[in-house]
């Protein structure tokens, strides 16, 4: 294989996930991101426009001045599964950027394993909207979240 040729995304991360990625494989996003590397989120599933993302949440960590574990890191999850789930949409030249995010919480967590099931709703040309369900690893919702995505391409992709 020609480690030089960078994968499709999709390709890429589909390999890294059964651990059939080569030594030197790259694609043209970063992967894993920085912010996923910091906060210990683990790719478990990937599609087109669809990306699961897992988390040991644990309020002694992530935890707000209530005790639990704070909104902002649930919505950095979701977020994270939400932009790897677009990245599988995106050609070698494009990127993207968040434009909108909105969190429902439901209940909180205090210490669980959480999974951020992010899935496109619409995939539009420019713009296209997704959902993400955090769900506890019993399968009850913790919190749901909506985005809307630009995708961005030419000048507006470069440096990005």
Known sequence: MDTS???PILEFLRRQ??????AGARTFMRYPTAISQLL???LIDVGP???VVEL?????????????????MLCELADAAIGTAHST????????????LKATFLRPVW????????????EGRTVSHYVCDILREDGKPVATIASA???????GAKGR
């Open 17 to 22: 996930i059964d651990g059939g990625l080569p």
């Open 40 to 42: 210990d989120f683990r």
């Open 149 to 155: 995505v630009m995708t961005l391409r030419g000048d």
């Open 5 to 7: 040729a960078p994968l």
């Open 89 to 100: 949409l995106m050609q070698e030249g494009e990127s993207f950027a968040s434009i909108d």
């Open 49 to 51: 426009a669809m990306a």
């Open 111 to 122: 210490k669980e394993r959480l999974r951020a099931h992010a899935r496109a709703v619409h």
């Open 56 to 72: 040991d949440a644990d309020a002694a960590r992530h935890g707000n001045q209530q005790g639990t574990v704070h909104g902002g």
